[in-house]
């Protein structure tokens, strides 16, 4: 039984509304499919689920409506499309008219008709479900299409060209060409039948190949018997020699580690043109791509000759849009080809094929029964179409301020806590050195927590980071204040612990923010994850960064999914903390190849906070949503 059923316009107005049991349970469940599914661009997939209640909907693109159905998802209704499309017919039908002329208004007298086509698709879902699921016929089957001709093994081009070649190597014996007569022989009458081709084989045939085995195991006795040689031992990893050998005693004099802990302090040479350059909110990245002209010249053409030969010359992905017919509605068969490049077309800018085939069903779902008049008008249409999907994906659904949210933390006495997940090798230590830097020109105090145990030299390279931040920023310009500190207890020990204990200190000691630097892991590693999941459980950051990188195509899905999986699989409670935000590493290695943005925003729906874009302190940027479609979409 449907709880819910409701028919509004994509601008928010209810033209018609009939529900069954408390209406406060289903209007969070209608804001969140609005929110999270049509606003997001999301509208590939008809059905949603939103705590116990299935959503399924239906668009109208001509006269922009949406039809939606509720009802519980422990139940399996097989009826519920065939009811959407006949209620979305009826309505149609019934108030053409007005949905021509846009005359909306409240007293649309729709029950009569609501009750007949549910009747209706409930008594189809009934006959559907008593007939029995018959096995389809032998007919129907594949072997059936099989015949004995196509089961006989006939000989193709591979076998001449091998024949040819053993033809090549033949022996002058005419024992050794008895074989391969006998084989071919074989082979030829093979169609016919085992028995005649015994009866054809020569006498003399046989006696050939007899006394070619009996020569065979005379050749065999006559070889002497080869001596096994003694298996060479596999030779290990073998301890260093030293050249002047040496005792325990000589260890200090042999050490070669350059970030060694000493009481003397390191001089550290601190790039002064650095300083200054990062104060304020982060400026926004700059992707190279055609300007807005350009790219409309590429898409546009006409009915004539002339500008139809021209725009074939044009490049663009919007070109492939000259065979769809104006005056009529985008239908699925129009469509089809168009989507099917456009989705190559972002394969081939480095997004996900899960996410290409997505995306493209969600513009399919908002353009088809539009109804066009030119083509200008169709290129114009799809072009937006795709642009403002893509831009509202990589749009933030929240407002992600962390200067703010640090300020606020800061006047409340409490250190702002940012954690740094992902994993082996994208850059999760560096880019905690670059935030860092734009934190302290902003003057706020970091405290770095060296949550990395595992790896050897991660706490080495934090240090490092921490001296050249601290010479760019000397305690005697900040009132004596040291204004990156690091907390680090070693290699081995728990992260978690490690953790507490930094934002402990963080507060008694009045710092501003606290970065906590975890050790890399793959998505598959189990305990590495359940590490992961506790140290975000006990500790409780304010945000929850994951460090990817700008390279990947469909490893970042596999690598957002299971991150997210774990974190919610091995908290152990109701609402388990996810991934806030998205760190994009890597990000001038890629060209105008930015697919990964796409799709680990459309895996997570969380923003890319901060994009690296160098190895200096200074190349960190902020996403900037258009330049990034506009590099996509040359």
Request: aromatic share 8%; proline share 3%.
């Amino acid at each position: 039984m449907l709880d819910f059923f409701t028919i509004f316009t994509k601008s928010g107005l209810v033209l018609w509304c009939s529900r069954y049991g408390y209406p406060d349970i289903f209007t969070p469940a209608v804001n969140a499919l609005i929110r999270s599914v049509i606003l997001q661009e999301r509208t590939g997939v008809n059905s949603y689920e939103h705590e116990s209640l299935r959503l399924q909907y239906k668009l109208d693109n001509e006269f922009e409506l949406v039809f939606v159905v509720a009802y519980q998802k422990i139940l399996q209704l097989s009826y519920v499309d065939k009811f959407l499309n006949d209620i979305h017919l009826e309505f149609r039908d019934k108030y053409n008219d007005l949905l021509i002329k846009s005359l909306w208004f409240w007293n649309y007298k729709f029950d009569d008709e609501y009750k007949h086509v549910l009747a209706s698709a409930e008594k189809w879902g009934k006959q559907q479900a008593a007939i029995p699921k018959q096995m389809r016929t032998f007919e129907e089957s594949f072997k059936s299409k099989k015949t004995v001709a196509s089961m006989i093994e006939r000989k193709d081009d591979k076998d001449n060209n091998k024949k040819q070649q053993q033809a090549k190597k033949k022996k002058t014996n005419p024992i050794d060409e008895a074989p391969v007569k006998i084989k071919d022989s074989f082979k030829e009458n093979d169609v016919n039948s085992n028995v005649n081709n015994e009866d054809d084989m020569n006498d003399d045939v046989l006696a050939m190949n007899r006394l070619k085995l009996a020569q065979r195991f005379n050749n065999q006795k006559k070889k002497p018997e080869k001596q096994k040689s003694p298996k060479e031992e596999k030779v290990g990893k073998k301890p260093r020699v030293w050249e002047l050998g040496g005792t325990n005693k000589d260890l200090p004099n042999l050490e070669r580690t350059k970030d060694k802990i000493t009481d003397t302090p390191i001089n550290v040479q601190a790039n002064t043109a650095l300083i200054g350059k990062m104060e304020g909110p982060i400026p926004n990245l700059e992707v190279p791509s055609d300007s807005e002209d350009e790219i409309n010249d590429n898409i546009s053409a006409t009915t004539n000759k002339k500008k139809s030969q021209a725009s074939k010359s044009s490049g663009g992905m919007f070109s492939m849009l000259k065979g769809l017919v104006g005056n009529k509605s985008l239908t699925h068969e129009n469509l089809d080809p168009v989507l099917e490049k456009m989705k190559d077309h972002l394969i081939m800018k480095n997004v996900a094929a899960d996410i290409s085939m997505s995306l493209c069903n969600s513009v399919r779902a908002k353009l088809e029964g539009k109804v066009l008049g030119t083509f200008e008008s169709i290129a114009s249409t799809v072009k937006n179409t795709l642009t403002d999907s893509l831009v509202q994906i990589l749009s933030p659904k929240r407002r992600v301020d962390i200067l703010r949210d640090a300020y606020e933390a800061k006047k409340n006495g409490l250190p702002y806590v940012m954690s740094f997940c992902g994993v082996n090798g994208v850059g999760k230590s560096t880019n905690l050195a670059k935030i860092c830097f734009w934190l302290i020109e902003n003057n706020f105090r970091v405290l770095i927590a060296a949550c990395d145990t595992f790896r050897a030299g991660a706490v080495e390279q934090l240090r490092t980071h921490m001296r050249h931040l601290n010479a760019l920023h000397p305690p005697e310009k900040h009132g004596n204040v040291t204004m990156v500190e690091l907390y680090e207890k070693g290699y081995g020990k728990d992260a978690a612990g490690i953790a507490s204990e930094a934002i402990r200190y963080a507060r008694d000691c009045r710092i501003d923010i606290v970065l906590i630097d975890t050790a890399g892991r793959m998505q598959d590693n189990e305990p590495l994850m359940r590490a992961l999941a506790k140290l975000i459980k006990v500790n409780q950051p304010d945000l929850v960064l994951f460090v990817g990188e700008a390279l990947v195509g469909n490893e970042a899905v596999d690598q957002l999914v299971k991150f997210n999986r774990a974190l919610e699989d091995y908290s152990n409670s109701e609402n388990p903390r996810t991934i806030d935000g998205i760190v994009l590493t890597k990000f001038d290695t890629i060209d105008d190849k930015v697919g990964a943005a796409i799709s680990m925003t459309y895996i997570t729906g969380q923003p890319i906070v901060f994009v690296g874009t160098g190895q200096t302190y200074t190349d960190l940027k902020t996403l900037n949503a258009k330049a990034v479609v506009h590099a996509l979409m040359k």
